[in-house]
């Protein structure tokens, strides 16, 4: 489903991706982690088409991205930090995003699902910080594309939310779709990846089931098992 | 009885008045073919009845007192010979001629007609085409050039003559004529008590009126349009200049009025609008500029040289580029009570007069005056800070050359 | 594109500042002609007034709402929609606005006070067409600022200091290489170097209206070409449309090559 190759990046002097390459089949739910910095919005960006890279090929569905914009058609994004227009009403801003995409949508079930109803109304500037995250979810989810990616899905969610977050990605899972995920909440992770692409200084260090991590830091608990990768390599 | 008596009385007198002054008819099918051949035969103070036709004629002399009167404008060509008619005698009429082809000659003025030492002559509703000099007066007074309409074609102006031309000529009335396409429109030169009114003077090379040398002389309510210059005074005294309108004439040396070596004149009532400098003054001095309107001139005035005691009052200066530019430091003028468009001062005392004094003069002006294509920067943020600045603290314009009782509304 | 400029444009038409700007401008227009009762002069006034306020007001505007809407960006940039599309519809919609303003603002204080019977009407034309120019051309090079630095107080710095610079220093520096050089020919020069800033493109324009007399003074060949014939005309409407054109493509050629 997605192809990289040799994928590099510099922004001004901090190289933060050195030759990366990645190979996502179709299906299943990826979560890319990686300490801070490493590059993991930036390759999401760079997939997106948001950041152009500067040496190196993405393919998504199997064809080159390269100053196209198409294939976002099919592509579901939540940005990591939900700013919207502040002075757009919530109804306003679906009606927006729906009248751009010009895609069959179902956002109905997804506003009752996360108790927006009454928000619907009011302009985006005087939400919480909470209630914007889930009209960020919502506006991720409405559409049926074969690729979702969640920038930091969980932020700013309440348990209720969450839970529902995690159902809604689980279904998706089922439909046949690929979702990729970053997260610092390692639980959440553990929970629903079933992939871990692990992000190291602009490359990937690891890529496997969270069976195959834990084997190979020799640790019995995921979250160590993270921070093992990273201590280690620091030591070293 | 009575009655026919008197009837018979009157009939005498008419029937002898006839015989004192004949009406001869010239025409091509007449006995008298020709107007030279008309006039040889005319005994004074006859009337040579010209009718419709085209009489191909030049130099014809009019040497006894004589009415030459047109029937439906019949045409005379000259056919580029020479001069057409000349005047010799006093008391001669030339009425309602169509004038055409005058010969053009670089050592000789040949006029349309030409008046020479000759008193109480009259020309009027005379067309003139394709000409060279139009109606030159040389040495005659006390006559009248009325109504005429001169259309020249003039290209160059060293082979093209004036429309009215005065020489030495005293107490002539030059009203309604209109002159185009020509030299001068209407030249004076050594000519006084001249009144020249109503006459619309148009497209002409160089001036629309010329004053040379002749004082005492009065024009009102003339139109000048769209000529080299409108009118020139030069080198005169005692001109009054009442109500006439100044229009467009546009050009490196365009001015509406042009002023040289002139004093004590009077400019009262007229309008200068839209000439690149509406007057232009050069040493002249006791001149009072008063009631005038200058109406979106590039120069409403451009004083140059040394110019003294002139007053201006009650003027309009309505959107010109620039009001007023002096090329001195001095200022012995005075400006008085004007109402400016450009004036931004309040009214505190509501008396009709602004409290705060007006500068006419921008350092701008100064700058175009030392380097021209500077106009380009004309109405400019950084030339409106550097006038505003000027206007604070006078530093290259006279300190005194200011409007202390600036108008709030334009004089009527 | 056109959804993104309808997107921006009512974004706009809601907030607060264009409110301001237009009621601004519908006070100024009532303002000039009903207390002054005189055209010609309403339409001189107004002339100083849409040089110099018009770019500084589109620089402004350009660079804050570039700014502002950074978040609308970025969610734009994630959906299906060409770069391109999206800058230019958000340029366009604020530009659309900002000229919307300042025509109607203008526009009907001198409609109620009867300009089509007026001669001005020609004068007034020709000031809202510049000024829409203006607020197209300071619009680009906004966004093109605003594109260029990622920080909001250095691309508002330089936003001002390119208006500062083309409403006022241009014209001290020009001045000045004029009197310099005041013994060359220097009417092709100086004709140039108005071609190089819109804010004096602009200004030529109206002068070709109000002060022809004035213009017509200089005795220069090029000059008389240029300022008696309908040249000085085509040339300088050329010339804005270059201006208009030129940052706008530069626009978009960058915002192809950004990273969000």
Redesign the interface.
């Known amino acids: 489903m997605i192809q990289v190759e040799n994928l590099h990046k510099k922004?001004s002097k901090n190289q933060v991706l050195t030759g990366l390459d990645l190979n996502i089949q179709e299906g299943g739910i990826f979560a890319i982690l990686g300490p801070n910095g490493s590059g993991k919005t930036t390759l999401i960006?760079i997939i997106?088409?948001?950041?152009?890279a500067d040496k190196g090929t993405v393919s998504v569905f199997g064809k080159h991205i390269k100053?196209k914009?198409?294939?976002?058609?099919e592509?579901e994004?939540l940005?990591q930090i939900a700013?919207?227009?502040g002075?757009?009403r919530v109804k306003e801003l679906i009606r927006?995003?729906k009248?751009?995409?010009q895609q069959p949508c179902e956002e109905k079930r997804l506003i009752e699902l996360f108790g927006l109803q009454p928000f619907m109304d009011k302009k985006l500037a005087t939400l919480s910080g909470g209630t914007k995250q889930k009209v960020n979810i919502v506006l991720a989810f409405m559409f049926n594309s074969p690729l979702i990616i969640l920038d930091e899905p969980t932020t700013g969610l309440d348990p209720a939310a969450l839970i529902s977050l995690k159902e809604l990605i689980q279904k998706e899972k089922q439909e046949g779709k690929t979702i990729l995920i970053t997260s610092h909440i390692m639980q959440f992770v553990e929970e629903v990846a079933d992939e871990i692409v692990y992000l190291l200084e602009g490359k990937i260090y690891f890529k496997g089931g969270i069976s195959e991590l834990m084997e190979k830091t020799a640790q019995t608990n995921f979250e160590h098992a993270i921070a093992a990768i990273a201590t280690k390599k620091s030591n070293a | 009885m009575r009655y026919l008596n008197g009837l018979l009385v009157i009939i005498i007198m008419f029937s002898g008045h006839c015989l004192s002054a004949e009406t001869i008819s010239v025409c091509s099918t007449c006995k008298i073919k020709s107007i030279k051949e008309g006039i040889k035969t005319a005994a004074e103070f006859d009337t040579l009845l010209i009718k419709k036709g085209t009489y191909k004629e030049f130099n014809i002399l009019i040497d006894k007192p004589l009415t030459l009167l047109g029937e439906n404008f019949p045409i005379i060509d000259g056919e580029d010979q020479g001069e057409i008619i000349r005047v010799t005698a006093d008391n001669v009429t030339i009425d309602g001629l169509f004038i055409i082809n005058v010969g053009t000659s670089y050592t000789s003025d040949y006029a349309a007609i030409r008046v020479v030492k000759s008193e109480n002559f009259i020309i009027q509703n005379i067309v003139l085409e394709k000409l060279f000099f139009g109606i030159y007066l040389e040495k005659s007074n006390n006559g009248k050039v009325y109504h005429n309409k001169i259309i020249g074609d003039a290209v160059d102006e060293y082979n093209s003559g004036n429309g009215i031309q005065l020489w030495y000529s005293k107490n002539v009335e030059v009203d309604r004529n209109i002159v185009q396409g020509v030299r001068d429109g209407i030249y004076l030169e050594f000519s006084d008590n001249i009144t020249i009114n109503n006459n619309i003077s148009t497209n002409n090379l160089r001036y629309g009126l010329h004053f040379m040398f002749s004082n005492d002389d009065i024009y009102t309510n003339n139109t000048f349009e769209n000529n080299g210059a409108g009118v020139a005074v030069m080198f005169s005294k005692r001109i009054k200049m009442i109500g006439n309108t100044f229009r467009k004439n546009w050009g490196a040396a365009a001015f509406g009025m042009l002023l040289k070596e002139i004093n004590d004149a009077e400019i009262s009532g007229n309008t200068f609008e839209e000439n690149t400098i509406g007057i232009n003054i050069e040493g002249s001095n006791r001149i009072k500029y008063i009631n005038n309107n200058f109406i979106k001139n590039g120069w409403a005035i451009k004083v140059l040289g040394a110019c003294y005691t002139n007053t201006f009052e009650k003027n309009n200066f309505l959107y010109n580029s620039f009001d007023i530019s002096y090329n001195s430091k001095l200022n012995d003028n005075v400006f008085n009570q004007n109402y400016w468009s450009d004036y931004a001062g309040y009214d505190l005392d509501q008396n009709g007069i602004g409290d705060v004094p007006y500068r006419p003069v921008k350092l701008f002006s100064y700058i175009v005056n030392r380097t021209p294509e500077t106009i380009v920067l004309l109405r400019s943020l950084f030339m409106d800070i550097i006038d505003f600045s000027e206007k604070v603290s006078p530093v290259f314009t006279p300190d005194n050359l200011l409007d202390a009782n600036p108008l709030m509304k334009r004089t009527k | 594109m056109l959804k993104i400029l309808k997107y921006s444009f009512y974004d706009l038409m809601r907030s607060r500042w264009s409110y301001v700007y237009f009621l601004f401008y519908l006070a100024l227009g009532f303002v000039l002609l009903f207390l002054n009762n005189d055209v010609s002069k309403a339409v001189i006034t107004l002339m100083n007034i849409i040089i110099v306020l018009v770019p500084l007001i589109g620089t402004i505007f350009g660079v804050m709402y570039y700014y502002d809407s950074k978040e609308f960006t970025e969610l734009l940039l994630a959906q299906p929609i060409k770069r391109s599309s999206i800058f230019l519809g958000q340029y366009l919609g604020v530009a659309c606005s900002l000229t919307l303003s300042l025509v109607l603002g203008l526009g009907i204080p001198f409609l109620l006070y009867g300009l089509f019977k007026s001669n001005v009407i020609f004068d007034f034309s020709l000031l809202l067409v510049t000024g829409a120019f203006l607020t197209l051309i300071f619009t680009a090079i906004a966004f093109n600022i605003a594109l260029s630095n990622e920080n909001k107080i250095k691309g508002f710095g330089y936003a001002v200091l390119a208006w500062l610079f083309l409403a006022v220093v241009y014209d001290g520096l020009f001045l000045m290489s004029l009197i310099v050089f005041e013994e060359y020919p220097l009417d092709s020069f100086s004709l140039a170097a108005t071609m190089f800033n819109p804010i004096d493109l602009s200004r030529t324009l109206i002068l070709l209206k109000l002060d022809i007399s004035a213009l017509l003074g200089y005795t220069g060949a090029v000059f008389k070409e240029f300022f008696g014939t309908n040249t000085g005309l085509i040339i300088s409407i050329l010339m804005l449309l270059l201006w208009t054109v030129l940052p706008i493509g530069r626009l978009a050629y960058k915002a192809k090559r950004k990273d969000f």
């Open positions: 922004f960006k997106l088409g948001m950041v152009i100053n914009w198409k294939y976002r058609q592509i994004y940005p700013n919207f227009p002075n757009l927006m995003i009248d751009l995409r």
